[in-house]
């Protein structure tokens, strides 16, 4: 008798998958791994849709209910219906979505949906306004800056990944963001104590690894796989704005 996967394994499948396949099964049906895998997602994206509305001019606490009710109604399943992986990013699903729900749905819902999201989210509301204060004064549109969030979240959940899973890895963090003609290896290598091949070989492949990292993590916000260098361009053009 075939051995049954536990719920970690169930868990590193669903996210083999592309964010559009997870959407297409939380709508689809009532899997309860789906939508948990769904709400794992909205981690990423909550915050730079959260100061998205705070940048339409919307109230603290009016903001905080509004991005409640709109993960509550996505993850019932409404929402979910709208989803058109043709578009192709899952970025822009979420900002038109959230946009769709603001114009129809929000004032007549959002009160009683004020909390009802906290079982599938750890949510800092405070920490996304503390850097929604500190940013200067930007003319730029909410929907300029949306991409910029984006792009600092996937950067923050990829850094994150890596942190959890390389030894030292805060030692040569900031390497990943050094061109390679600045980095001076036989500095790295009497600090670090180990010889400049060794620091040479140890930057080098965390810098491949952080990139084959970011490309898997775009990648699984696409439904065309050749949109990725695409996806890529974007990502850095919003950070550079």
Request: avoid cysteine.
């Amino acid at each position: 008798m075939a051995a049954v996967p536990d719920r970690s394994d169930r868990q590193v499948s669903l996210f083999a998958t592309t964010r559009w396949s997870i959407v297409g099964a939380a709508a689809g049906d009532d899997d309860t791994l789906a939508r948990e895998g769904l709400a794992a997602l909205f981690e990423t994206y909550w915050a730079p849709l959260y100061r998205y509305v705070r940048r339409l001019g919307q109230r603290e606490q009016d903001a905080e209910d509004l991005v409640q009710g709109f993960f509550a109604s996505l993850l019932e399943g409404r929402g979910l219906r709208l989803a058109d992986p043709q578009r192709g990013r899952f970025r822009a699903f979420m900002l038109a979505s959230l946009k769709h729900y603001m114009a129809n749905e929000w004032r007549r819902e959002h009160r009683q949906k004020r909390g009802g999201f906290a079982q599938h989210l750890s949510i800092d509301w405070k920490d996304a306004e503390t850097g929604l204060s500190l940013d200067p004064a930007d003319e730029r549109s909410p929907d300029k800056l949306y991409d910029r969030e984006w792009a600092m979240a996937l950067l923050d959940k990829v850094l994150d990944e890596l942190a959890a899973e390389e030894e030292d890895f805060g030692r040569w963090k900031p390497f990943l963001s050094v061109s390679s003609g600045s980095i001076r290896y036989a500095e790295i290598a009497e600090e670090f104590g180990m010889t400049e091949g060794a620091a040479r070989v140890a930057v080098h492949r965390l810098r491949k690894r952080y990139r084959h990292r970011l490309r898997e993590e775009i990648g699984r916000t696409l439904v065309n796989g050749e949109m990725v260098e695409e996806e890529m361009a974007s990502l850095f053009a919003a950070l550079a704005e």
